[in-house]
């Protein structure tokens, strides 16, 4: 199934009422940081923190994860929403696979060059944001990220 890139925008006030009684954060795990143009994990700081991720999830099962990935401004624009997204794809397999956690306590959004730095290489990142919904119930991923002010970002669809 081919996956369609949507961009969402959302009003803050819209998110917070969807919010009432949760609260989203982003947590101690250490952002995973990526080469220029790459999706490829490196070090031995990706898989601490991929691990603490999947503890966290394992040990909270009212959690949620949304891993936020970003790209620097080297060129298209477009192509820097795909290829964040597709970083945000590989942290949330590697967390997948480190442990037994519902896939739907996982989302990805891609937040391509709206990354809040000039330093490119801190650009090109995955942010874990965790969210403890207190309720038995799976909050959106609009939701979760309007609860700590982002507004716009892509996510993918299946068509």
Do not use: W
Not at 135 to 152: F, N, Y
């Amino acid at each position: 199934m081919s996956k369609l890139l949507k961009s969402v925008s959302l009003s803050l006030a819209v998110g917070g009422a969807l919010l009432t009684g949760c609260a989203a954060r982003t947590a101690s795990v250490s952002p995973v940081y990526f080469q220029s143009g790459s999706t490829a994990l490196t070090s031995s700081a990706d898989s601490a923190a991929i691990a603490a991720a999947a503890k966290h999830l394992e040990n909270d099962p009212g959690t949620y994860l949304v891993l936020a990935g970003y790209a620097d401004s080297a060129g298209d624009a477009s192509a820097n929403d795909v290829l964040s997204l597709q970083r945000a794809d590989t942290i949330r397999a590697a967390v997948l696979a480190s442990g037994a956690i519902d896939p739907d306590r996982v989302k990805v959004v891609a937040l391509g060059e709206e990354a809040g730095t000039d330093d490119m290489q801190a650009a090109r990142r995955v942010e874990f944001i965790f969210h403890d919904s207190g309720r038995d119930e799976d909050p959106t991923v609009q939701s979760m990220l309007a609860a700590i002010g982002i507004t716009t970002f892509v996510t993918a669809d299946a068509e």
